[in-house]
C-alpha cells in the first residue's frame, strides 16, 4: 500500500513530536545535576557551538516555513510541513543545550558528557526523517516502518555502548552498526526504486534530488559511528567531537530542507519558461491580428533549428487552432447602443463598430433567451467572452464578426418564432451561442479549397465539413477557456455541447439539400409536432440547426439596400480582393504556396485556385455588377427561396421574409434588365 499522507495527519503527528519533545525538554532540565552547569566551565566553546546551531537550524526552519506557504501542491505542503516541524525541533534541542544544565551520563570509556535530551530528540525527529524519505520515494508503508523500527534499534544500541566497556560494548556497537548498514540499504532501495520508476509514480520530488538525498543521508548519518570510533579509539576531543555531531546533524536535518528548495526553484525556472512563452504567443497573435507574417524573417534568421521550427509554428498563420488569448483590456466607458434597434428584422451590423457590435451581442445573449441565469455567469463574463470571439473573428470581406452578430440577431429573432416553446434553456443558450461562434477564424476561404488545396485543416477533419468543424473547435475552446460552462452539470454540458456541434455543422451548405429535404418531409405532415419534438432531443437539434442555418442565409430577406450591401461583400470575398496582389512568382514565394498545404491567411482564392491549377468554381470568378445580381438571382432562386418556402410551410408567421425574398427577386431581375437594355 502506497502511503497516503494527508496535512491533516502531518500537523497531529507533528504537534505530538513537538509535545514529546518539550515534555522531555521539562524532565531532562529538572533531573539534571549541579554538576551539568560545571560542564559549561570546563568545555567554554560549547555553549557557543550549540547555540550558533541553533541559530542555523532556526534558518532551515524559517526555510522549511516558507516552502510550505508557498507549496504548490498539498502533497509538497505535507513534505515541507513535516520538515518544518523536525528543524524547528532541532533549534530548540540545541537552544537548551547551550544555555541550560541538562541531564547528562557519562561515556564509559571517554569520561565524556553524553546529552539525553539528544537521544530524546533524535528518537522523535529520525523516524520522521525516515518516514519524509518514504513519502519522497512513494515506498511501501510496511517498508518504511521497518526501517523506522531499525531507526529505533540503532539509536538505543548506539547509546547502550557508549555505557558498557569491553565486550559489551563492542556487541551494542556491532549491532549499532547493522542496524545502521541495514537502515542505509533500506533507503538506498526505497529511493532507487523511485528513481527507476519514476514516471508511473509522479513523485513530488525530481529524481536529481532523490539522488542527492539517498547521499545526503548516508554521509550524515554514517559519519556519526565514525566520529565515536575517533573518540574512543583515537583520543578526539570533547569539544571538536561535538562540532562533528552538530555538522553532521544539521547535515542530515536540514540538507533535506535545501534540497527541496532546490526543486522549488528548478520548477519556478519552468515556470518562468512558460511565462515567456505565454508572451510569445501573445505578441505572435497580435502580429497575426495586424495581418503581419513574420515567418520569413524567422527563415532568414540564423537560429538554432528547433527554436527557429518553434518561433514559425508559433508566428505562422496555419495553426489549426490558437492557443492565443486575444483578450485585450476591457473598455472603460460603457458602449451605449440606444441608437441601434435590435427589433427590426433590418438590423444593419455594417453601420456599427465593433465595440458597437460586441454590446449587440451581451443584449441579444442576454434578452433573448436566459444567458446569464442559465450558465450562472456575471454580464461581465459573458463581455469579455464576446470580446475574446470577436478577436477570433478575422477581417475577411463577408464571413466577419459582423456576419456573426447579423446572424445572432436573426437566430433571436426566428427561435422567438420557431423553438422557444419547446426547447429547454439550455438549448436556446446554447443555439444563441453557435450562431455567435460559427464561423469563428473563417478565413475566407471554402471547404472546397481547403479540400483541393490540401490543407492542414482539410487534413485534420478529413475533407468533412473542414470548416464548420474549425469553427465549432475554435468556438468551443473558447467556451472553454472562459469557464462559461462551469456551471452546467455533466448532463447539462453534454445537451449544451451536442447543441453547438450539431448548429455549426448544420451551417455547411454540403448538408443544405438534405436538411431542405427533411424540412419539406416534416411540412408535408403538418410541420414540426411538439410532442413528436418534447420526447426527441435529436429532432430539437434538428429544429435549432434549420434556424441558425436560416439565420445564416439572412441576406436576401433584408431590405434590397442591406441585401445588396451583403452580397457585394459575398462577391468580394470571392472574388479575392481581400488582399489585393497579383500573384507573381516572388509574392507566390512570399505566401509560400506550393500544391500541398498553404500558409497563408489571406489569399485570393481563385486566383490562388488558378495559380495552383486547382478546380474552381466559375461564380467565384465573376466581378463586377451583373455578374452580381445573375449570382445573387441564381442564389436566391435555387437556394434560399426554396429554403425559406419550406420554413413558411413550418412556420407561416415567417412569410414577410418569403415577401422580402420576392421583391429582392424582382429588384435583382429588373436591374440585370436594365442593363441588358442599354
Ligand atoms: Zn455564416
Known amino acids: 500500500m502506497m502511503m497516503q499522507t494527508t496535512l491533516a495527519e502531518i500537523a497531529t503527528r507533528g504537534y505530538v513530536m513537538v509535545g514529546v519533545f518539550m515534555l522531555a525538554v521539562i524532565a531532562t532540565v529538572n533531573m539534571s545535576s549541579e554538576s551539568a552547569g560545571v560542564l559549561f566551565e570546563t568545555y567554554p566553546l560549547l555553549s557557543v557551538m550549540y547555540i550558533a546551531t541553533s541559530i542555523t537550524f532556526a534558518f532551515a526552519f524559517l526555510v522549511d516555513l516558507l516552502a510550505y506557504i508557498d507549496a504548490g501542491s498539498d502533497q509538497k505542503r505535507a513534505l515541507s510541513g513535516l520538515l518544518t516541524f523536525v528543524d524547528g525541533i532541532a533549534s530548540i534541542n540545541y537552544l537548551v543545550l547551550g544555555t541550560m544544565p541538562t541531564l547528562y551520563f557519562l561515556d564509559a570509556k571517554t569520561g565524556h558528557p553524553v546529552w539525553i535530551l539528544r537521544y530524546i530528540e533524535w528518537a ?39 555505557q558498557f ?35 508511473e509514480k509522479e513523485l513530488p520530488l525530481t529524481t536529481r534530488a532523490l539522488h542527492l538525498i539517498r547521499w545526503e543521508i548516508l554521509i550524515s548519518w554514517g559519519l556519526h559511528p565514525v566520529v565515536e570510533i575517533a573518540k574512543q579509539q583515537f583520543g578526539l576531543s570533547f569539544e571538536a567531537s561535538e562540532a562533528c555531531v552538530c555538522v553532521f546533524d544539521y547535515a542530515a536535518k536540514a540538507g533535506l530542507a535545501l534540497i527541496m528548495v532546490s526543486v522549488n526553484l528548478e520548477q519556478l525556472k519552468d515556470l518562468r519558461l512558460s511565462r515567456l512563452q505565454s508572451i510569445v504567443d501573445f505578441m505572435a497573435g497580435v502580429l497575426k491580428a495586424s495581418h503581419i507574417d513574420l515567418t520569413k524573417y524567422v ?52 453601420v456599427l463598430s465593433e465595440s ?118 475554435v468556438g468551443f475552446r473558447l467556451l472553454n477557456d472562459h469557464h462559461l460552462l462551469d456551471q452546467l452539470n455533466s448532463q447539462d454540458y453534454t445537451c449544451f455541447r451536442k447543441t453547438v456541434v450539431d448548429c455549426v455543422l448544420g451551417t455547411d451548405m454540403a448538408v ?13 405532415c403538418g410541420g414540426f409536432d411538439e410532442s413528436a419534438l418534447q420526447a426527441d432531443p435529436a429532432l430539437r437539434r434538428f429544429l435549432m440547426a434549420v434556424v441558425l442555418h436560416t439565420a445564416d442565409l439572412y441576406s436576401p430577406s433584408k431590405t434590397f439596400d442591406l441585401a445588396q450591401r451583403w452580397a457585394i461583400r459575398l462577391q468580394k470575398e470571392f472574388n479575392d480582393q ?11 514565394k512570399d505566401y509560400e504556396i506550393h500544391p500541398v498545404g498553404f500558409h497563408c491567411a489571406f489569399v485570393p482564392q481563385v486566383k490562388l485556385e488558378k495559380q495552383l491549377g486547382l478546380p474552381f468554381q466559375s461564380f467565384m470568378a465573376a466581378s463586377g455588377k451583373q455578374a452580381l445580381y445573375k449570382g445573387e ?45 442599354v
Open 356 to 473: 458597437k457590435l460586441e454590446e449587440c451581442a451581451v443584449q441579444i445573449l442576454k434578452t433573448s433567451v436566459p444567458s446569464l441565469e442559465t450558465l450562472k455567469i456575471s454580464e461581465m463574463k459573458l463581455r469579455e467572452f464576446v470580446q475574446d470571439v470577436r478577436a477570433h473573428y478575422n477581417k475577411t470581406s463577408f464571413h466577419n464578426f459582423a456576419h456573426a452578430i447579423t446572424v445572432l440577431h436573426a437566430c433571436g429573432k426566428l427561435g422567438q418564432i420557431t423553438c422557444r416553446d419547446v426547447c429547454s434553456g439550455v438549448e436556446l443558450v446554447a443555439m444563441m451561442f453557435a450562431a455567435l461562434l460559427h464561423d469563428t477564424d473563417h478565413k475566407g476561404l471554402s471547404n472546397s479549397f481547403h479540400v483541393n488545396s490540401r490543407s492542414d485543416l482539410a487534413n485534420q477533419y478529413n475533407d468533412v465539413s473542414v470548416l464548420e468543424n474549425h469553427h465549432a473547435c
Open 633 to 677: 438571382l441564381g442564389f436566391i432562386q435555387f437556394v434560399a427561396k426554396p429554403w425559406y418556402k419550406q420554413m413558411v410551410r413550418n412556420f407561416p408567421s415567417l412569410q414577410l421574409l418569403c415577401d422580402r425574398i420576392d421583391d429582392n427577386i424582382q429588384r435583382y431581375t429588373q436591374l440585370s434588365e436594365v442593363k441588358k437594355d
Open 578 to 588: 481581400v488582399r489585393p496582389k497579383t500573384f507573381t512568382s516572388a509574392a507566390q
Open 165 to 199: 566497556l569491553g565486550a559489551v560494548s563492542l556487541t551494542f556497537f556491532a549491532v549499532a552498526t547493522i542496524c545502521f548498514i541495514f537502515v542505509m540499504k533500506n533507503i538506498w532501495s526505497m529511493t532507487g526504486h523511485a528513481i527507476i520508476n519514476e514516471e
Open 512 to 524: 443544405h439539400q438534405e436538411q431542405s429535404k427533411k424540412l419539406e418531409g416534416i411540412a408535408d
Open 124 to 162: 522523535v525527529t529520525c523516524p520522521q526523517l525516515i518516514h519524509w524519505i518514504g513519502l519522497v520515494s512513494a515506498a511501501p508503508e510496511s517498508q518504511t516502518y521497518k526501517v523506522m523500527m531499525l531507526d529505533y534499534m540503532l539509536l538505543f544500541c548506539g547509546l547502550a555502548s557508549t
Open 299 to 350: 527563415k532568414q534568421a540564423r537560429l538554432d533549428p528547433e527554436v527557429g521550427s518553434w518561433l514559425s509554428e508559433v508566428l505562422g498563420s496555419n495553426r489549426p487552432v490558437t492557443t492565443v488569448n486575444r483578450r485585450r483590456r476591457m473598455s472603460m466607458h460603457t458602449v451605449h447602443i440606444r441608437d441601434v434597434d435590435l427589433d427590426t428584422w433590418d438590423f444593419d451590423a455594417l
